[in-house]
């Protein structure tokens, strides 16, 4: 028996345990996400994904699909929630994208601008944190993180290593490396593992690759990210 | 030592007159002159009033990240931060010589650049001054008022630094703060496509920069009493040469000879500068003074740019170029030209010089290339030199064992220049304002000089917890009353 329910308007079929965000992706509808991947459990806690179901909000991530629901997500309110959002994430870390080597290939940035995002709105935090270059392979800027933790679930649950790990509550939760010392080098990560490719913006960076790829044929040069979004996230 | 006009002796009771900000230049700077009751002038200073801090917070950050961050310290000449940076990263990473395709990218890069920068400061910047004379109706003299006056001349300018913007956008990606340079060469080569259009333009930019300059040279040569003593004092005078003495803006030796031509040093490693060069901080400015060591602070301050590099050069590789250089020289004289308005007219011969290179690379093969970047073995620091439009710029890094700077020292073109633009106002404050009633058109004979040189104040000040600090409490009359200095 086939299922469906209806977002902004257009029929979304669903198969019985998708989510709300899975069966829209399979349907080639595009919402917004920043903790949220494909290939692992939904974490539920960057709120990007939240739409509105018969009139309530909830994160399409963790709202299971069902017949007949109405869900609104491009929405003028639910837009500007999410361009809120993205705008606290910008000023609660340290995101210089004119120098920083994700331009282009940046899940945030792209997000910003499929939100139409023109400045960061709130007042920067301008928080002190430390860049990581122990290891021989990746460098570390923990000034890029926006808590998303797909690097912690990716260590964890696909390459069984449980390098990452957040720590703090609230405003003061941060990403830390599982060492004594705090430092990648002490871990056995490696550039292969699941947890080096994952990472949405520019904290976890394979060394040396800089601006390798000219302007132009970067990941969100070809197409905004509303179109490239796919099931593996691309990157 | 104490230059003249540089600090009054007795500050109290001086008139205060400041130009604030000193207009048509890039950056932010003011000039402040002590006037006494008979407009008699005690002290002239051009002020940087700009900080931006790059040496101290590219600090911690990953050496491949340099060379894009950098550049952010100016919107005229990025290109220049950009290379000079991917140079003294070349050597970080062991590239002791790019392919040919990188080496001929960057260079076509830094030619674009030199064409667009050297097209907006002649045309936007100082067209006004030079076509409608310096004091001249003050709402008149803008871009605008020689778009009305001279239609084709305005539109040329807007062209040729069009063009300029176009070969930047081609070779580094965007027309402002790109990032085709990378450590060991470049992230892309040009298509055929992108060579076919710039080939289009090619041949009239040639032509209307070689009419720029014929400007130019009628312009100063008709007034020879104004432009060759306006602001005038005797230098040394620095720049890199290229293979065989040429005129190189993107890679050579250095070379500097004191105001009669004297060879100082020559064939001078850049990776060695800080033996030759010493660089001097006053508690006025946030812009170091730079000098040559071997001749110390009071003789060794020297001029860049233009008016030195056509000077220092045995010749220009290319052939329109190199023959208004020998018509320069000749009208010189045989001996240094030092008037800085003469800055103008070799400005456009580069400007020339830059076109008629960007149309040799257009025809070579090399640029179509795919075989980008190149390494070796890591070193842990590296030197970059170029000629900026504005002069010589260095860049000077150290890089740890994790791949992050821990020390990075620049010497900016404008910074170069200080001494030099200091002396050249203080110059035309004895000569135009000294004894008179001080009127904008006289105040901006100051701007004038400065402007000769293309000063980018905001490229020129970024040490961060080295500059000496003086803050003085002055009552009504002038006098000091309180005076704390940090040095």
Known sequence: ?235 | MTYQLETAQHPENLRRVAIDPVSRVEGHGKVTILLDDQNKVHQVRLHIVEFRGFEKFIQGRPYWEVPVMVQRLCGICPVSHHLAASKALDVIVGAKKLTATAEKMRRLMHYGQMLQSHALHFFHLCSPDLLFGFDSDVTKRNIVGVAMAHPETAKRGVLLRKFGQEVIRVTAGKRVHGTGAIPGGVNKALTIAERDELLKDIYHIVQWSRDAVQLIQKVHTQDPGLYNSFGIFRSNFMSIVGNNGDLDFYHGTLRARDDNGKIIFDHVDYQHYNQYIEEEVRAWSYMKFPYFKSLGKDHGWYKVGPLARVQNCNQISTPFAEHERKEFVDYAGGSPMHAPLAYHWTRMIEMLHAAEVIKELLHDDDLLGSDLVVEGERQMEGVGVIEAPRGTLFHHYQVDENDLITMANLIVSTTNNNQAMNEAIRHVARRYLHGHEVTEGLLNHIEVAIRAFDPCLSCATHALGKMPLEVELVDPEGRVVHSLSRS
């Not at chain 1, 122990?134 to 290593?161: M, T």
């Not at chain 1, 490696?190 to 080096?196: F, I």
């Open chain 1, 1 to 235: 028996m086939s299922h469906t329910f209806t977002l902004d308007g257009k029929v979304i079929p669903f198969t019985e345990g998708q989510t709300i965000i899975q069966a829209a992706s399979a349907a080639g509808v595009f919402i917004p996400h920043l903790c949220y991947h494909p290939e692992f459990k939904a974490h539920g806690s960057c709120k990007l994904c939240t739409v509105k179901v018969n009139g309530r909000h909830t994160a399409s991530c963790t709202m299971r699909a069902a017949p007949g629901m109405v869900v609104e997500s491009e929405t003028e309110e639910i837009n500007a929630e999410r361009r809120a959002l993205t705008q606290m994430l910008f000023v609660e870390g340290n995101h210089f994208c004119p120098s920083c080597e994700k331009s282009g290939n940046c899940q945030l940035q792209a997000t910003a601008y499929h939100l139409g995002m023109m400045s960061p709105h709130y007042d920067h935090f301008f928080p002190n944190r430390a860049v990581d270059a122990s290891h021989p392979e990746v460098l570390l800027d923990f000034n890029r993180c926006i808590l998303c933790s797909l690097c912690v679930r990716a260590s964890r649950d696909v390459d069984g290593k449980n390098v990452f790990g957040l720590s703090g509550r609230g405003i003061k939760t941060h990403l830390i490396v599982n060492a004594k010392s705090g430092q990648l080098a002490d871990t056995d990560f490696s550039l292969a593992d699941k947890a080096a490719q994952v990472c949405p913006v520019g904290v976890i960076l394979k060394k040396r690759r800089g601006f390798a790829v000219p302007i132009g044929e970067r990941k969100y040069d070809q197409a905004p990210i509303s179109q490239t979004a796919d099931t593996t996230e691309g990157r």
